[in-house]
């Protein structure tokens, strides 16, 4: 238990760090010159590159037998991220502070699961990452409430111009880098439980000896992860709804997102296991589609709350199912080739997803990404409940 606890805290801390700044990434971009094209690079390269590195970290950590180094250096990441985010002055240094935290995150994650996995007796391993889960989540939703403290204590109006929020910006990540620091701290207590079994070959994805409805599978969910842009986008379609809204109340529709996810989380979990994993993410990437239209169409700032809410809802009812459903779909000797695969196609797909949605953006108006997003995301569903 005593891992459990400990990469919990670590978690919760560096989560803190993390919301505290990144839903302000967007308008911090803005603030010094760069448009949503320039936005859509930034986080497609971010969000690609971690999840591409989670299918390898884990064969590293297998291959060293070592759990502890991995996930404390990709923790550490983190801190080093904030701190080039600080002395950004163009979106460069933007997204080299993004790069380097994400690059973090792609190698911490495998490590760090396995050391929850492999510290907790095997009938207790659902609710050893639940808890894991409960305060990564808690972190995140303490770290936006902290972000607003930060921000209201500049007293800014609203009619303050993004330019006028920079210093605000570099205080709000200075405070992040005490969690970020302290999160790495709170993990060299932790014990290694590294026992992996030598393997001298990469992970091998072959995809002609995978199911036909796992390849099909596959790929809708790589048609909708093309729909599926960075949040940011969210958030700056939030900020363009009325001209005079601030910050601190597109950083509320945020918290309330985070809120809804986290209460929903596990209700979902259970629904998951009564009506089936196949209905549920069909009904899931049809209801994203309609919330994605939501936002290309929404003209009034409090339809906004109804929008995040239900967006939280999409979050809470489909995280975690496909790869409950890539499992359920994969035979025996062909699951951790099939998640692999399932997770490369994800990373490669994140980076067009961003790159199209700021260049929608920037060519199109504020709501093409969501209009494409969200036939994307219907479209993909009906792909599931034919091939399923």
């Known amino acids: ?37 320039i ?21 590293i950590s297998d291959k060293v037998q070592k759990r502890k180094p991995l996930a404390i250096l990709g923790y550490s990441f983190s801190s080093i991220g904030k701190i ?17 935290d994400r690059f ?30 409960a305060m990564d989540t808690l972190g995140a939703t303490l770290g936006i409430i902290l972000s607003i ?19 605000v910006f570099k205080s709000v990540i200075l405070v992040s880098l005490i969690p970020a620091i302290l999160g790495v701290g709170i993990l060299l207590l932790l014990r290694e439980t590294g026992r992996g079994i030598q393997n001298k070959n990469l992970p091998r994805w072959e995809w002609k000896k995978l199911d036909p409805k796992l390849r099909a599978f596959l790929i809708f969910t790589f048609i909708f992860t093309l729909g599926n842009s960075s949040n940011q986008f969210l958030l700056l379609r939030a900020k363009t709804i009325e001209e005079n809204i601030n910050i601190v109340s597109v950083l ?39 919330v994605y239209l939501g936002f290309a169409m929404v003209r009034n700032f409090n339809t906004l709350w109804y929008l995040f809410a239900l967006y939280g809802l999409y979050i809470a009812f489909t995280e975690g199912v496909e790869k409950a459903l890539i499992s ?42 969501f209009y494409v997003g969200g036939f994307l995301g219907i479209f993909a569903s009906i792909g599931l409940m034919c091939i399923l």
């Open 1 to 37: 238990m005593w891992n459990i606890i400990i990469t919990g805290i670590g978690s919760l801390l560096t989560d803190i760090s993390t919301e505290m700044f990144y839903p302000l990434i967007s308008f911090y971009l803005l603030a010094l010159g760069a448009g949503p094209s």
């Open 39 to 59: 936005l859509g690079f930034v986080e497609g390269i971010a969000e690609s590159l971690a999840s591409l590195l989670k299918v390898y970290s884990g064969y």
């Open 84 to 100: 080039i985010l600080y002395f950004a002055s163009n979106w460069v240094g933007i997204f080299l502070g993004r790069f380097i």
């Open 104 to 133: 973090g995150k792609g190698i911490r994650t495998a490590p760090r699961d396995a050391i929850i996995a492999e510290s907790s007796p095997e009938k207790e391993r659902g609710k050893s990452f639940g808890i894991h889960r």
């Open 149 to 167: 403290y930060v921000i209201k204590t500049f007293n800014l109006t609203e009619t303050s111009s993004l330019k006028e929020y920079i210093p």
């Open 252 to 290: 509320s529709l945020y918290l309330l997102y985070n809120v809804i996810y986290a209460l929903f989380s596990y209700p979902a979990g259970f629904v998951s296991d009564k009506i089936g994993r196949k209905k549920l993410l069909v009904l899931g990437y049809l209801f994203y589609g309609l």
């Open 328 to 369: 359920d779909l994969a035979p025996p000797d062909t699951k951790a080739t099939a998640i692999g695969l399932h997770a490369t196609l994800v990373g490669i797909g994140l980076f067009p997803a961003s790159l199209l949605a700021g260049f929608l953006w920037s060519y199109f108006g504020p709501q093409a990404p």
